[in-house]
């Protein structure tokens, strides 16, 4: 059982070791080049687009739940 869980704590130690570089700190949301920069804008459209109609399906779900119906 404890080989198991040996095992089982390995990976995530791996994978926070291996985001240990030298190379300064990484960011996927401060872009340094030019097209960078617009993928990066792109991508806060696509966001704030996903965003509200997250949020607009999500209102008219609350209110057709809570909605009564006619008798």
């Known amino acids: 059982m404890s080989r198991r869980l040996a095992i089982l704590l390995s990976a995530p130690a791996a994978l926070l070791v291996a985001g240990c570089a030298n190379a300064g700190p990484h ?3 401060d872009p340094a080049g030019v097209q960078a920069g617009r993928i990066a804008r792109l991508w806060w459209i696509f966001f704030w687009v996903c965003t509200g109609v997250y949020l607009v399906t999500m209102a008219v ?3 057709a739940a809570f909605r009564r119906r006619p008798a």
């Open 61 to 63: 779900v609350v209110i």
């Open 27 to 29: 960011s996927a949301l």
